[in-house]
């Protein structure tokens, strides 16, 4: 059995295309968000109740059901109540919009695989690199071709794969490559606005500040034509500053 999740939520194009793409490679039960939760990482409902709908799928035959909570949430309810029928594979996807470089910890996409990953099973997550005028038909080959494989060769373990789709059609498609995360990085703006009762609101929105481009990075891939598909790990150790971190405690003291 395949677990798919989201973060655009339940109704959405992309968790369609990913369904539509996968469906005849095992049975598919769907667990999402009855609303679009993007950019939620990967936070946990604590402290209200989750509750669950069963929803009429737009492709006959596939048990869907519909969480008032985050990606995460879907995917731990979802392995709750598959346990008698556990799944082989999550998926998450397909987003609208990349999920590079830094997006990574941003992305509810991506918090839906992890939470797979760590429950230790295998886990992807697909994402569709634009916001407009979206090649899905290109999307859902690249998730059915990636999907079969994960299947028939299995992932190493502590892994979960992050895949990039580029907005082309699929003939433009360059290829598929191995990548690293690139440094695709933002800066938070802040609108300020004034309500009829004169008190202030905000409007959060972000714009990108710099571009990396490694030869092997996710963000030179998807710029080159190429799907990108990045393994990662929650492992975020950075064992090349401990020299200098443990040096300040030899320095200073209490």
């Given amino acids: 059995m395949i677990l798919i999740s989201n973060d655009d939520g339940i109704h959405s194009e992309g968790i369609y295309n990913l369904v539509d793409a996968v469906k005849d490679l095992d049975l598919v039960t769907v667990f999402a968000p009855e609303s679009e939760r993007s950019a939620v990482s990967h936070g946990l409902t604590l402290h209200k109740p989750l509750r669950m709908k069963k929803t009429n799928f737009r492709i006959s035959d596939i048990e869907a059901y519909a969480i008032n909570g985050t990606p995460a949430d879907c995917v731990v309810l979802g392995l709750y109540k598959l346990k008698e029928n556990r799944p082989k594979l999550i998926l998450s996807g397909i987003n609208r919009g990349p999920n590079i470089g830094v997006d990574v910890f941003y992305s509810g996409t991506l918090a839906g695989a992890v939470e797979g990953y760590i429950a230790g099973l295998p886990a992807v997550a697909f994402s569709l690199a634009s916001f407009t005028n979206l090649y899905w038909e290109t999307a859902n080959r690249v998730a059915y071709y990636i999907t079969r494989l994960v299947i028939k060769y299995g992932l190493p373990p502590k892994v979960v794969l992050n895949v990039n789709i580029p907005n082309l059609p699929y003939d433009k498609i360059q290829g598929y490559k191995c990548t690293s995360l690139g440094g695709w990085e933002y800066r938070n703006q802040l609108e300020e606005k ?61």
């Avoid at 409007?203 to 990045?230: C, P, Q, R, Y």
């Fill in 194 to 254: 004034t309500d009829p009762r004169k008190d202030s609101y905000y409007w959060l929105s972000e714009h990108i500040v710099h571009i990396s481009t490694g030869d092997d990075s996710d963000v030179k891939a998807i710029n080159d034509g190429f799907v990108s598909v990045t393994p990662l790990s929650y492992f975020l150790n950075s064992p090349e500053c401990f020299s200098t971190i443990s040096q300040w405690f030899m320095n200073e003291e209490v």
